[in-house]
């Protein structure tokens, strides 16, 4: 098991009284005209929802992080512009479907759920308390701890209400990036499993399977004819250790046509391990402290364009990426609002993503 860096992970309570502790804030209230401006195949939502500084922007008070993350999603849920929500702490430890269902109870019908596999799957490397790999990971890629340890769990869990099945590949070492074939045939024997899976359950709605890595040399069309192959497609990760939108856009590209899935986790002025920078200077996350337009506006841009052409989106936003994840969703709300359907650059016979 891959280190917890964030802590203990909060087990499912039971026996809550009939009304949530914590409450939308009623200036939330204020955006749902926009959100139903938005194509009804947008999904955005934040990274994660215990930040006390959301008061007044989805929390209706200052609540402890604790009580947030017990029982903030509930609230946060009803946020007319929230509609799906990253659930990232999956990453450090894995969940069980009863911890799943706990969450999946607290979200409306319409409510979907991105969920991020287990870095015991998805990192190459074992690594320490400080993060640096010590030994190579045996289960890198496993197929059998994949389902065992996240897909089976999660859909028993989470059921319909799950969107996104989300595979982050860590930072691999340099002799894997060099040699890419083997990495090539694990990745498309793990989701050839995960789609035999989802096959065999007959559901009426099948999650979104997406990949994100962290290295700009992983973007080939060998990654593409992978994921083609099997059913996934590529998430855009927009982070310091990637290159700007722009570039990644072209393996979207190669996927079309296909939905998009959008994480925005760290401004890249911030730099490849910004992480503890950003969290310093945007702290306590209510305020854009790192605007980025010309993120937002060429993600808007593809949002609309992926929509217009009637394929389904989901966008989460951390608060490293301008220092408040809503403000920053209530801003790409907005300028995706602006396009009509189907968006102007998609107005061709055959339309590209980010066109």
Known sequence: MQADLFGPIPEPVTGHAAVAPVQLAPDARQWQALAQQLPPG????????????WDGLVWDGVYDASVLSRDGLQAYAQHPLMRTVS????????L??????????????DFRFLVKCPNLVTDALLRGDDG??????PAFLSPTLALQHFVQPVLDGMGAKLGVLLFQLSPLPLRLLHHQDGLW?????????????????????CPIVALEVRDPALLT???AQVLRKHGATYCLGLHGKMPPIEAQLPLLRALWPGPLVCRWSLNRSFGPFGYRAAQEQHAPFNAMRSPDPHTRAVLARTIAGITGAGQPAFVTISNDAEGCAPRSIALLAQEVALYPTPAPPYRTARPTPGG
Do not use: C, H, I
């Not at 999904?43 to 006390?52: A, I, K, L, N």
């Not at 659930?87 to 894995?94: A, C, I």
């Not at 640096?132 to 990971?137: A, E, F």
């Open 185 to 205: 045939v694990q990745l498309a024997q793990l989701l050839a499993a995960v789609q035999k899976t989802l096959q065999e359950r007959a559901l009426t709605a």
């Open 96 to 109: 069980t479907a009863t911890q799943y269902a706990q969450m999946a109870a607290q979200v409306p019908e």
């Open 221 to 223: 069309p060998a990654l």
């Open 42 to 53: 947008l999904r955005m939502g934040v990274s994660t929802w215990s930040y006390p500084g």
């Open 132 to 137: 640096l790999g010590q030994s190579d990971n």
């Open 87 to 94: 659930v990232d702490r999956t990453f450090w430890r894995p």
